[in-house]
């Protein structure tokens, strides 16, 4: 069965520093997702992707963070200056309608020091 | 607010025993996901059920999107089955928002 991958499945970064978590959606699939889930609580939406443009975002989703897709493959979740709360369990997804059955990778600990 | 919650927060059982998790949600709902986090962390897309019943092998659920209720069955619980269920729900755009999840440890 296809699967949303994402590397690396840990990260450990210094406060202020920049990091790169990469995904690779399912590759029929057109809608794509950054999810986080900080440790212990509930899996919170952050960001949704489609045709080289984010058609939502949620408040979480602020200034330091971004999105791309740099080629046919690859999606991207960057966040530029790293804080101590954004510690968290980083999720990609996919799908092939939006709001639709989705896909998780199996997620990136991201742990800021 | 729009809320999603779960019950029970935890459940623990023998092997061997059937399980009913419920989610309820405060408003009409396009879609609901059920999906299963096991102990290394990864979600399963255990159904997509906006409304009506499925089964898949032990596991089944139902939705009563009029009423804002779905359930999940488990029957016949293995030791691979523990983890955190969560139930998903879509308000009509594009993101899930997550209930609080149900912990099911089943004990050998």
């Known amino acids: 069965e296809p699967e949303v991958t994402q590397t690396p499945s840990h990260q450990v970064t210094q406060m202020g520093q920049e990091v790169i978590l990469r995904c690779v959606p399912i590759?029929?699939?057109?809608?794509f997702y950054w999810y986080r889930q900080i440790l212990g609580q509930k899996v919170e939406f952050l960001v949704s992707f489609y045709n080289n443009e984010i058609s939502e975002k949620s408040e979480i989703f602020d200034d330091q963070f971004s999105v791309e897709r740099p080629d046919g493959s690859n999606f991207t979740l960057k966040i530029r200056s790293t804080k101590l709360e954004d510690s968290a369990m980083y999720f990609c997804?996919?799908?092939?309608?939006?709001?639709?059955?989705?896909?998780f990778g199996s997620g990136t600990q991201l742990s800021v020091l | 607010g729009i809320q999603v919650e779960q019950s029970p927060p935890d459940l623990i059982l023998q092997e061997g025993a059937n399980s009913t998790l419920r989610c309820n949600f405060s408003d009409s709902v396009n879609n609901l996901q059920w999906f299963h986090q096991n102990p290394w962390g990864q979600l399963i897309n255990l159904f997509y059920i906006p409304s009506g019943t499925k089964q898949n092998g032990r596991l089944s659920a139902t939705t009563v999107a009029t009423e804002r209720y779905s359930l999940l069955y488990i029957s016949s619980s293995q030791t691979t089955d523990s983890g955190v269920y969560f139930c998903a729900v879509n308000f009509g755009n594009e993101k899930l928002t997550f209930g609080t999840g149900t912990r099911l440890t089943i004990i050998p």
């Open positions: 997804a996919s799908s092939e309608v939006p709001g639709e059955k989705l896909f």
């Open positions: 590759s029929n699939h057109l809608y």
